[in-house]
């Protein structure tokens, strides 16, 4: 199952449990690209699949991933200088490179870059999986159980959303809502992005029910007083912004 967007397929699944781990895979082979994805997409996960380095670098600078798989070869940019880019900009998210099974001056160069692990093609599909399972296994170690914009926090733990000394427990698909909202701060998602990622690709949920939702939050985020709302842009989506409260006149 995918839909287009931005001009690259971005593969939509949700796991039994109703979570998404979403990677960001990178690879100028699109045969290989394909394949991998397919496989990937059956075990649960979400991937965004690009086909070379300038754009694995601007989805992975604008999106949200819980960990990204690079090939060393492509164009425009190799996946060495994607990874050196991003960690550079404090992108603490895991990266996976594929490099040739003879070149361990990349193995090394990668690693000593920032890189989590290799993994040397030709590769199985098993080993991949074993491999990724890893990566994201190493990102919740390091996760942070609360999330924070402006003076509004989430604990991912326990469903709090909390300012001012105040605090809500959420609903289950509110929680999501609102976790989604601050991993991507700034960034509008469009309605059906929040139906995908909130209630799964195969929801009988409509667009009206986003809506929805999205008034509950706003309606905790004023009474906690917080100082970050949701906004909506006509035609793109819904974005989490902070407000900037106007200071007082002096009489």
Not at 84 to 106: V, Y
Not at 137 to 151: A, I, M, Y
Not at 168 to 196: A, H, Q, W
Request: some cysteine; charged content about 30%.
């Amino acid at each position: 199952m995918f839909q287009l967007r931005f001009g690259r397929y971005s593969y939509i699944e949700k796991n039994g449990e109703g979570d998404f781990m979403k990677l960001l895979y990178a690879e100028d082979e699109v045969s290989m690209s394909e394949a991998v994805v397919d496989i990937l997409t059956f075990h649960k996960y979400i991937v965004d699949a690009v086909y070379d380095g300038a754009d694995a670098l601007a989805y992975a600078e604008s999106e949200q991933y819980d960990g990204i798989i690079l090939d060393i070869m492509m164009p425009k940019m190799s996946g060495l200088e994607v990874l050196q880019k991003l960690r550079a900009e404090g992108c603490k998210t895991p990266i996976l490179l594929l490099t040739a099974k003879s070149e361990i001056e990349d193995q090394i160069q990668g690693l000593d870059l920032g890189a989590d692990d290799y993994l040397p093609k030709p590769f199985s599909m098993e080993l991949l999986l074993a491999r990724v399972r890893a990566l994201l296994r190493r990102r919740e170690e390091f996760t942070p159980n609360v999330l924070k914009c402006g003076n509004v926090t989430l604990d991912q733990k326990n469903y709090e959303l909390s300012a001012n000394g105040q605090k809500f427990v959420l609903p289950k698909l509110e929680f999501r809502m609102m976790e989604l909202m601050m991993l991507n701060k700034g960034i509008y998602l469009s309605t059906e992005d929040i139906l995908c990622k909130v209630w799964g690709y195969d929801t009988d949920a409509e667009y009206g029910t986003v809506w929805v939702y999205i008034s509950y939050l706003r309606k905790k985020l004023a009474a906690l007083g917080a100082d970050v709302t949701i906004t909506a842009k006509r035609n793109v989506g819904y974005t989490l912004e902070v407000t900037e409260n106007e200071p007082k006149k002096e009489k």
